[in-house]
């Protein structure tokens, strides 16, 4: 597919922090359950065995609630010692029905074999998936699901490489279901990306680290329009840098959706002001943390309840097995309480700090017991899945 590009909206940096991260009493608790002790770095959320409850997989098991028992179903490549070194080649992990039977799959993709891969179902017990597909393009860093067709539901996945394309469950050239690889822009361009309504006219936006792609009235035929702009700005040579997951959202409430992400290896949490002057759009850099480095996993939820969304993030291990800032500092996992308004602050809550546990590729902000309260499930190389369970109504 190609691809338009619009130099009318062009992004200014500045740096203007509005509060720092600071300690403050939680209104949310949360229990800590471990789950596994497998150094895979990421994992997904999912009913697999069809019994209403959310099962976990991560890594080469599912973990079925609500015991958690492991139960087995890929073989992984690569390894991964006890001081984190090493790599499975397994880099996202998440829950689809690529095939339409009713059961989950998982859809992973690989650094190393340059692929997203579909495992199917089979519900053979004792046995692995099957790999049922393979797309090779190039290095995968990671995905997540997020609604780009805009029907409501987020069942279409945007993988993390140089090219920007985004992959669904569809039908292939010869009528068999599979996986369904579109291109947006074949332009290199860093890791990072996301999904939301940046322009207000009611279409999923495509989010790169180098510009955003306005969605098109048909997003898997019509081109995607680049607009340019520069996000996970640090404190280096002015470009655009490596970011995690960028999340969509009004952080002022003042109808204008803004930006949320982080630097992915070095220092630095912001949310980006969306400010229109006209026909012009500027984005303002707001810091919301940088105590703290390899924020490599982000997202969005209302722990609190107070109708307002929440970020969670949490310290990655061994990204680089040991050659990222600050690669041996304690982990951590942080929420930030919003308060929205014209000057937004953010207040920054523990979940854990200094328990070995931080947040690899991937981490879940969703209702896992269905109490009516957001939990959070992470996992990464010190060794998980580990689920925290909001006791907030407890």
Same mark, same amino acid.
């Given at each position: 597919m190609h691809h338009g590009t619009c130099r009318t909206f062009i992004a200014f940096l500045a740096f203007a922090p509005i509060l720092s991260a600071q300690e403050a009493r939680s209104p949310v608790t949360f229990a800590q359950h471990r789950i596994g002790?497998?150094?895979?770095?990421?994992?997904?959320?999912?009913?697999?065995?069809?019994?209403?409850?959310?099962?976990?997989?991560?890594?080469?098991?599912?973990?079925?609630?609500?015991?958690?028992?492991?139960?087995?179903?890929? &073989?992984?490549s690569g390894s991964v010692d006890d001081q984190g070194k090493g790599y499975? +080649?397994?880099?996202?992990?998440?829950?689809? +029905?690529?095939?339409?039977?009713?059961?989950?799959?998982?859809?992973?993709?690989?650094?190393f074999s340059k692929s997203v891969r579909w495992y199917r179902q089979t519900g053979a017990a004792g046995q692995d998936w099957p790999l049922a597909q393979e797309l090779t393009n190039s290095n995968f860093e990671c995905g997540d699901l997020w609604d780009i067709d805009g029907d409501g539901e987020a069942r279409e996945m945007l993988v993390h490489t140089k090219a920007t394309v985004w992959c669904e469950a569809g039908k292939l050239a010869d009528g068999t279901p599979g996986l369904v690889m579109h291109e947006v822009?074949? %332009?290199?361009?860093?890791?990072?990306?996301?999904?939301?309504?940046?322009?207000?006219?009611g279409r999923p936006d495509i989010l790169r680290p180098t510009?955003?792609?306005?969605?098109?009235?048909?997003?898997? %035929?019509d081109s995607w329009v680049e607009h340019s702009w520069g996000i996970g700005l640090g404190a280096k040579d002015g470009k655009a840098t490596h970011t995690p997951q960028m999340l969509v959202y009004d952080v002022n409430a003042d109808g204008l959706n803004d930006v949320i992400t982080s630097s992915?290896?070095?220092?630095?949490?912001?949310?980006?002001?969306?400010?229109?002057?006209?026909?012009?759009?500027?984005?303002?850099?707001?810091?919301?943390?940088?105590?703290?480095?390899?924020?490599?996993?982000?997202?969005?939820? +209302?722990?609190?309840?107070?109708?307002d969304l929440d970020l969670v993030a949490g310290k990655r291990f061994m990204a680089h097995n040991g050659s990222d800032p600050?690669? &041996?500092? %304690?982990?951590?996992?942080?929420?930030?309480?919003?308060? %929205?308004?014209t000057e937004p602050k953010w207040i920054r809550h523990t979940v854990s700090y200094d328990e070995g546990i931080g947040s690899g590729l991937s981490v879940w902000v969703i209702d896992m017991d269905k109490d009516g309260d957001l939990d959070i499930v992470t996992t990464g190389k010190w060794g998980g899945p580990v689920l925290f369970e909001n006791t907030r109504g407890k």
């Open positions: 002790t497998v150094r895979s770095e990421a994992c997904g959320v999912g009913d697999f065995n069809n019994d209403g409850r959310l099962d976990i997989v991560a890594g080469p098991s599912l973990y079925l609630a609500p015991d958690w028992k492991a139960v087995k179903i890929r &073989t992984l499975f +080649d397994d880099f996202m992990n998440l829950p689809l +029905d690529v095939d339409g039977d009713g059961q989950l799959d998982v859809v992973s993709c690989g650094w822009s074949a %332009k290199d361009i860093d890791f990072g990306g996301g999904v939301g309504d940046v322009n207000a006219d510009g955003w792609f306005a969605g098109p009235a048909d997003p898997r %035929k992915a290896h070095e220092y630095g949490i912001w949310w980006y002001q969306q400010v229109r002057n006209g026909q012009d759009t500027r984005w303002t850099q707001h810091l919301i943390d940088d105590s703290w480095t390899q924020a490599h996993s982000l997202m969005l939820g +209302d722990l609190d309840a107070d109708g600050d690669e &041996t500092g %304690k982990l951590c996992v942080y929420w930030y309480e919003l308060q %929205k308004g």
